[in-house]
Each structure stands twice: as C-alpha cells, then as structure tokens.
Nanobody
Framework: EVQLVESGGGLVQPGGSLTLSCAASGFTFGSVDMSWVRQAPGKGPEWVSTIKPDGGDASYTDSVKGRFTISRDNAKNTLYLQMNALKPEDTAVYYC??????????WGQGTQVTVSS
C-alpha cells in the first residue's frame, strides 16, 4: 500500500530554518511528481511546491520563492523541503503529496510547523 510519512516539523523562531522529510513506500517513487501542501489554522490547503520525477524541475508558490527548496533522493524514496527565513505566516501543517500515473493523490499524515517568538 502507498505510505507517506512526514517528519521534521517543530517550533522555530522567525528567521529560523527547518528541513522536512517525507519517506515514501508502496509505489515507484522515482516515476511520479511529488509536492508539498500546507494548511494553516482555519484556512484551506495551500500548494507550496512541486518537483518532477528526476528532480530537474521544481516550482513554488510566490510566498516561499527564494526561501524554500524542494528536493528528492530517489534512491532513498525520500522527499525534502528545506525552509529558511521562516515567517509566522508559514505556520501550518505540512503534507507530502504523491500523484500516480492515473493522477490519483496520496497524502501523508502531516507534520506541524510553528513559527513564533
């Protein structure tokens, strides 16, 4: 079965950094697009970033450009999100997303990121 497990969230001060990880299993990780999506308290989900199967192309929502970097290690079936210069508005639950060949979506349980002084 498809499994996605996020980790790396926590409490950080404004301006700080965190790296999130998503461990994937149950599908051919190296063949699919992977994304990060976040949901702030009381808000709907917001797409953050997507990376293509070979890691060559990545895209970001405007609010995180220049601060966040998405990457993947296909040999380890792992997706990453390096987050720098964090702001309070980055506070959210961050979810890992996989889209298979039939464009079905799979989600992890999420990891909480809280940016506060």
């Amino acid at each position: 079965e498809v499994q996605l497990v996020e980790s790396g969230g926590g409490l950080v001060q404004p301006g700080g950094s965190l790296t999130l990880s998503c461990a994937a299993s149950g599908f051919t990780f190296g063949s699919v697009d992977m994304s990060w999506v976040r949901q702030a308290p009381g808000k709907g989900p917001e797409w953050v970033s997507t990376i293509k199967p070979d890691g060559g192309d990545a895209s970001y929502t405007d609010s995180v450009k220049g601060r966040f970097t998405i990457s993947r290690d296909n040999a380890k079936n792992t997706l990453y999100l390096q987050m720098n210069a964090l702001k309070p508005e980055d506070t959210a639950v961050y979810y890992c997303n996989a889209k298979d060949s039939l464009r079905r979506d799979y989600w992890g349980q999420g990891t909480q990121v809280t940016v506060s002084s």
